[in-house]
């Protein structure tokens, strides 16, 4: 049984749902509060995941950022300092998150993905992209084909969710453990393989 620890970082526009998914993840779809307070800095939720047909499970450490483009400034200096923290570690793991009924958050993406490429140096997140607010099915503004290309392009894994209606909520949680877990295992092989005799 192994026991893992990653810091992920969940970002992403403001009013996409953040703080709605990182809530739903962390209460395992029990807690959708109706009203939410604007994030105005960092906020850290834990979530523990079992990895299915194993006995490891890995501890998730989700940041919640500031999505308004007036604090994502002012938070920069504070979030840069977490995610180089030694007490924290390194980030691990990406959440980017767009609404569904907006085409600009989902056009933004490209633009968080150069703030986390910035402040990770440039070395590759394993994470995921994640289209909210399936719900508003009506107003629908980005298509799946092209959040799922635009995704593969970034070497994310695509998963679309309703917080709201508690849709698909684990999926992008339980697929950035599995990441995770499949590069400690990879990692753990390749030392094994240097390994003498």
């Given at each position: 049984?192994?026991?893992?620890?990653?810091?992920?970082?969940?970002?992403?526009?403001?009013?996409?749902g953040?703080?709605?998914l990182?809530?739903m993840?962390?209460?395992?779809?029990?807690?959708?509060?109706?009203n939410?307070?604007?994030?105005?800095?960092?906020d850290?939720?834990?979530?523990?995941?079992?990895?299915?047909?194993?006995?490891?499970?890995?501890?998730?450490y989700?940041?919640?950022?500031?999505?308004k483009?007036?604090?994502?400034?002012?938070?920069?200096k504070?979030?840069?300092?977490?995610?180089?923290?030694?007490?924290?570690?390194?980030v691990?793991l990406?959440?980017?998150?767009?609404?569904?009924?907006?085409?600009?958050?989902?056009?933004?993406?490209?633009?968080?993905m150069?703030?986390?490429?910035?402040?990770?140096?440039?070395r590759?997140?394993?994470?995921v992209?994640?289209?909210?607010?399936?719900?508003?099915s009506?107003r629908r503004?980005v298509?799946a084909?092209?959040?799922?290309?635009?995704?593969?392009?970034?070497?994310?894994?695509?998963h679309?969710?309703?917080?709201?209606?508690?849709?698909?909520?684990?999926?992008?949680?339980?697929a950035?453990?599995t990441?995770?877990?499949?590069?400690?295992?990879?990692?753990?092989?390749?030392?094994?393989?240097l390994?003498?005799?």
């Amino acid at each position: 049984m192994v026991k893992l620890r990653a810091k992920c970082l969940l970002v992403g526009d403001a009013a996409v749902g953040k703080s709605a998914l990182s809530h739903m993840f962390h209460s395992d779809g029990t807690l959708f509060q109706k009203n939410y307070s604007m994030t105005t800095g960092v906020d850290l939720m834990m979530k523990c995941v079992q990895i299915p047909e194993t006995s490891d499970s890995v501890e998730l450490y989700i940041v919640d950022s500031a999505g308004k483009q007036t604090l994502v400034e002012a938070c920069e200096k504070m979030l840069l300092h977490l995610l180089t923290s030694l007490s924290w570690g390194e980030v691990s793991l990406l959440c980017l998150v767009f609404d569904l009924s907006s085409e600009q958050s989902f056009a933004n993406c490209s633009h968080w993905m150069e703030r986390v490429r910035a402040h990770c140096r440039g070395r590759h997140l394993p994470g995921v992209l994640v289209g909210n607010k399936t719900d508003l099915s009506t107003r629908r503004e980005v298509q799946a084909s092209v959040a799922q290309e635009w995704a593969e392009s970034q070497g994310l894994e695509y998963h679309e969710t309703s917080a709201k209606e508690k849709e698909n909520c684990d999926a992008p949680i339980l697929a950035l453990a599995t990441a995770f877990h499949s590069l400690y295992q990879e990692h753990r092989e390749t030392i094994q393989n240097l390994s003498p005799g």
